[in-house]
């Protein structure tokens, strides 16, 4: 663990607007948004793209006054991303399960890293320390990751923002499943808010600046 740095003068956090919502969800109080939790893949085999993007989302973390909350690894998008926050001065949290620290793909640079016994603590801890979710391209661990908290999300036991970043269509195959189950009528209609799209990287910090919280009511999922 490294010596928690202090942030260069930064924006103030981001305040979460608090506006009316339809039928079967009902508006939270707003909140301040300090954390962000960013699910992202660990490749390296990647088009430089999805490198540059990752990179360009920690910067402006750090620029907009952001802590930053990953899984802990140093390796692929996961890495690129913790060292463009740390450079940029932001508190950057790492939590990854033993066996993969085990395996030396842990970010020994980051202001703290915690240490878990399974993947399924990995996701819990993330999710506490956590003020709202962004989602950047990635694999099957992402996937995961991204499905867990909208099913949390959906049955009212989390409120906080979900921001799926779909950069050259990249997540464009799992928003039209998202649809597809909602047409089989697996899915409630309204469950399609629940999240937000966005195409660009300088789309993120506006979009968690207008985003809502919405409280989910799972009472009528299965009637």
């Known amino acids: 663990m490294t010596t ?20 079967s969800a009902s508006p939270a109080p707003a909140a301040v948004v300090k954390s962000v939790c960013v699910f992202c893949g660990s490749s390296s085999r990647v088009d430089q793209r999805r490198k540059d993007e990752a990179t360009a989302l920690g910067h402006a973390m750090a620029k907009a006054g952001l802590a930053l ?6 390796v692929g998008l996961m890495g690129l991303v913790a060292d463009a926050a740390m450079q940029g001065g932001t508190r950057v949290s790492g939590v990854i399960p033993r066996f993969l620290h085990d395996h030396e793909v842990a970010h020994t640079g980051v202001t703290d890293l915690e240490i878990t016994d399974s993947m399924h603590d990995r996701k819990r801890r993330m999710y506490e320390l956590s003020d709202a979710f962004v989602i950047m391209p990635g694999g099957l661990g992402t996937l995961d990751e991204t499905l867990e908290v909208l099913t949390w999300t959906q ?20 928003l039209d499943l998202i649809d597809h189950t909602i047409a089989a009528g697996f899915t409630r209609p309204e469950n399609r808010d629940i999240f937000k799209v966005v195409d660009k990287v300088e789309d993120i910090i506006p979009a968690l600046r207008s985003i809502t919280q919405v409280k989910s009511d799972p009472s009528g999922k299965w009637i």
């Open 4 to 23: 928690p740095a202090t942030p260069p003068a930064q924006d103030q956090p981001l305040s979460l607007a608090e506006t009316p919502s339809d039928g």
């Open 69 to 74: 909350v990953y899984g802990g690894g140093r």
């Open 155 to 174: 049955l009212g036991l989390s409120q906080k923002p979900v921001i799926i970043c779909n950069f050259d269509g990249f997540w464009q195959p799992l």
